[in-house]
C-alpha cells in the first residue's frame, strides 16, 4: 500500500490469522513443530506471519460483560475479516445512507436496498454492509454499503428514497483498505450490539498456511506471493511475539 497506510493496517499485529486453538494449547502446523506460522490470502492481497505461541491458553467463565480487550480484539478480527472480503470481492464503491426522520426498521430498509442493486449485476453480487445504530447517541442511523463498480451507481443509488446518499469510489486495492479502516471506526463496541457488520454469502478469499523454521524463512514465505509493490512492516518486539504483514494490489481484471 505504501503511503498513507494507517495503524489500523497492522491488525495481524495483534491477531495472529492462520493460527488455531485446538484443546489447551497453541494449534501446531502439519508437518512438524515449527516455530513461526504464515497465512497467505492471495486474493485478498495480503500475507501475515508471526511467532507461534507456546504457552497454554487461559480457559476462564463467560462474562455477562466482555472485558475492553476482548472487545478490542474481536474489533480488530471483524475489521480484518471485513477488509479482506472488501478486497478479494472488489468492492470499490461506498454508498453511505443517511435518512430524514429516524427509522423504526433499518436492516429491513438496507436490505431492500442491497436486493434493488442486485439487478445491477449480471452475475454473482457480493456486498457487505456496516451499520451505525443512534443508540450511541452520536450518530444518526446510517448504513455504509460496500458493492463493486458498476455504470449504472446513480440509478442504484436513487433506489434509497430516505435521505441523503453519499457515494465514494475507492481505485486501489490500497484504497479499498482505508475505506474499510474508515467505516469500522463505527463498528458496536457495546456487548449487547448487532454483529459489527454483513456481507454477501460465500467464501471469496480462502488462506493457505504454512510453518516456519525461523523469521526470515516466514518473511520470505509471505513475501514470495507479494507484487514488487507489496509493503511490510514487522513488529519484531510486539507484546505477542515477532510478526509482520504484507499487503499489495491484486493483479486482476477490472470489472465494471
Not at 11 to 34: A, I, L, M, V, W
Not at 118 to 141: I, M, N
Not at 153 to 171: E, L, Q, R, T, Y
Request: charged share 25%; hydrophobic share 30%; aromatic share 8%.
Amino acid at each position: 500500500m505504501g503511503e498513507g497506510t494507517s495503524d489500523l493496517d497492522m491488525d495481524t499485529t495483534y491477531e495472529p490469522e492462520g493460527r488455531e486453538s485446538s484443546g489447551g494449547t497453541d494449534n501446531k502446523f502439519p508437518g512438524g513443530h515449527e516455530r513461526f506460522w504464515v497465512s497467505v490470502t492471495p486474493d485478498a492481497g495480503v500475507a501475515s506471519f508471526g511467532e507461534v505461541q507456546s504457552r497454554i491458553l487461559n480457559r476462564y467463565p463467560h462474562r455477562a460483560d466482555p472485558l475492553p480487550q476482548t472487545l478490542a480484539s474481536a474489533h480488530r478480527r471483524a475489521r480484518s475479516q471485513l477488509r479482506k472480503h472488501a478486497v478479494a470481492a472488489q468492492l470499490r464503491v461506498c454508498v453511505t445512507l443517511t435518512y430524514e426522520t429516524e427509522p423504526s426498521n433499518p436492516v429491513g430498509d438496507v436490505d431492500e436496498f442491497i436486493a434493488n442493486a442486485s439487478h445491477h449485476y449480471p452475475e454473482k453480487f457480493h456486498w457487505a454492509v456496516v451499520t451505525v445504530l443512534s443508540e450511541d447517541c452520536v450518530h444518526r442511523t446510517h448504513h455504509h454499503v460496500l458493492i463493486p463498480r458498476n455504470l449504472e451507481i446513480d440509478k442504484i443509488a436513487s433506489s434509497w428514497g430516505k435521505g441523503m446518499v453519499h457515494i465514494g469510489f475507492n481505485p486501489t486495492d490500497g484504497d479499498i483498505r482505508r475505506m474499510v479502516n474508515y467505516v469500522a471506526q463505527d463498528f458496536p463496541k457495546r456487548p449487547s450490539s448487532r454483529p459489527r457488520y454483513r456481507r454477501s454469502r460465500g467464501s471469496v478469499c480462502r488462506p493457505i498456511r504454512f510453518g516456519a523454521p525461523t523469521l526470515e524463512e516466514a518473511e520470505r514465505l509471505a513475501s514470495s506471493f507479494a507484487s514488487s509493490q507489496g509493503n511490510t512492516r514487522s513488529a519484531i518486539n510486539s507484546p505477542h511475539g515477532a510478526r509482520g504483514v504484507i499487503y499489495w494490489d491484486v493483479e486482476r481484471e477490472r470489472d465494471l
